[in-house]
T-cell receptor, first 110, second 116 residues
């Protein structure tokens, strides 16, 4: 799986959009970008994933650059409950387990 | 939905005893389940991959005789920590991958194990 780089922490004001960047410059053509988050003392929660096109669901939007070397997770209206560690994971399809990096600790400020 | 449960949510045991943790996919079938552990202030680390009806595959450094995994059905996998010691105290988390579907993994809420 390609390596990812994320800022260790970010702050965002409640009600504003939270934009979390991820660099994955060595991504291969068959690798997807996955985002999970982990709220303190809970199991990770799946957020969204994509291959080339931008994706949106009820939780977030995923913007992938044209060269696929970086992506941004957007939480459109952050709430206090969005405070968590966000993990960007790049991997090809298959039945392997996930490799978690250190992620970004997003803190939503009231 | 894609709900995964774990039981128990926390357990405290004495050193030398064995502890069993259950992982269930509640609303889907999971051919493959995974077990992770997380030490304080660290990321999740994959321990093993469990396929229904076959032996689990363990990551390097994980003792298969200490961490017994059974995946007897498409909705249940169990992890047994045998002869637990204080250094086995950790947060154990399972995930399940839907059968014949996307590669997305769905995680359980985790089990906090404390060995005294």
């Amino acid at each position: 799986d390609a390596k990812t780089t994320q800022p260790p922490s970010m702050d965002c004001a409640e009600g504003r959009a939270a934009n979390l960047p991820c660099n994955h410059s060595t991504i291969s053509g068959n690798e997807y970008v996955y985002w999970y988050r982990q709220i303190h003392s809970q199991g990770p929660q799946y957020i969204i994933h994509g291959l080339k096109n931008n994706e949106t669901n009820e939780m977030a939007s995923l913007i992938i650059t044209e060269d696929r070397k970086s992506s941004t997770l957007i939480l459109p209206h952050a709430t206090l409950r969005d405070t968590a560690v966000y993990y960007c994971i790049v991997r090809a399809g298959g039945a392997d387990g996930l490799t978690f990096g250190k992620g970004t600790h997003l803190i939503i400020q009231p | 939905g894609a709900v995964v449960s774990q039981h128990p949510s926390w357990v405290i045991c004495k050193s030398g005893t064995s502890v069993k943790i259950e992982c269930r996919s509640l609303d889907f079938q999971a051919t493959t389940m995974f077990w992770y552990r997380q030490f304080p202030k660290q990321s999740l680390m994959l321990m093993a991959t469990s396929n229904e009806g076959s032996k689990a595959t363990y990551e390097q450094g994980v003792e298969k005789d200490k961490f017994l995994i059974n995946h007897a059905s498409l909705t249940l996998s169990t992890l047994t920590v045998t002869s637990a010691h204080p250094e086995d105290s950790s947060f154990y988390i399972c995930s399940a991958r839907k059968t014949r579907s996307t590669d997305t993994q769905y995680f359980g809420p985790g089990t906090r194990l404390t060995v005294l």
